[in-house]
C-alpha cells in the first residue's frame, strides 16, 4: 500500500486480513436450452482482525467471491477489495427485502435473492460485532470512492 491510500484510509491499515481458498466454482450460462461455462472463480473465507479502541480485538469470518477474470489472471482477494464489498453490503442495512432486490437487480420472487438478501444481513451483523456502528460508518467513508 502506496502512502496515499494510507492516508486516504487511515482505518484500513489497523485491520488484519488474512484469506483461504474455499473452493473453485464455474460459472455458468443458460441460452437457448444449452448450458455454457462462461469461466471459473474463487469463493475464499476472509478472516478480518480488529482491536478496537477499548483494546478488545475482535475476530470475524466472511466468505466472499472473487471475479472471473481476477481469479484468471491469478490475482488473489486484496483487503481493500474486500472491505470495500463489506462496506457496501453494510450500507444496505436499511434496506428491505423488496428495496433490495429493486436498487440491485434481484428478483424478488426468488429463493436464490431471499438467501442473498439473508446472507447480506448476516454480515451486517457481523460488521455491527466487529467494528460498531461508528467505524464502520468511517470504513465507509473511506470507501466511498474505492
Given at each position: 500500500?502506496?502512502?496515499?491510500?494510507?492516508?486516504?484510509?487511515?482505518?484500513?491499515?489497523s485491520i488484519e486480513f488474512g484469506f483461504e481458498l474455499?473452493?473453485?466454482?464455474?460459472?455458468?450460462?443458460?441460452?437457448?436450452?444449452?448450458?455454457?461455462?462462461?469461466?471459473?472463480?474463487?469463493?475464499?473465507?476472509?478472516?478480518?482482525?480488529?482491536?478496537?479502541?477499548k483494546g478488545e480485538v475482535r475476530i470475524r469470518e466472511f466468505e466472499y467471491s472473487d471475479s472471473i477474470v481476477n481469479y484468471q489472471d491469478g490475482k488473489t482477494p486484496t483487503k481493500e477489495d474486500v472491505l470495500y464489498c463489506l462496506c457496501f453490503d453494510y450500507n444496505c442495512n436499511t434496506f428491505s427485502f423488496e428495496e433490495f432486490c429493486s436498487e440491485l437487480g434481484y428478483d424478488n420472487d426468488s429463493?436464490?435473492?431471499l438467501n442473498v438478501f439473508k446472507a447480506l444481513k448476516k454480515n451486517q451483523t457481523k460488521l455491527n460485532?466487529?467494528?460498531?456502528?461508528?467505524t464502520m460508518q468511517k470504513l465507509s467513508e473511506e470507501y466511498q470512492d474505492y
Open positions: 500500500m502506496n502512502q496515499e491510500q494510507q492516508i486516504k484510509r487511515p482505518l484500513t491499515t474455499i473452493e473453485e466454482l464455474s460459472m455458468k450460462s443458460d441460452h437457448g436450452g444449452q448450458t455454457r461455462t462462461i469461466g471459473t472463480y474463487g469463493r475464499y473465507k476472509i478472516t478480518l482482525r480488529f482491536k478496537n479502541n429463493i436464490k435473492s460485532y466487529l467494528f460498531g456502528p461508528e
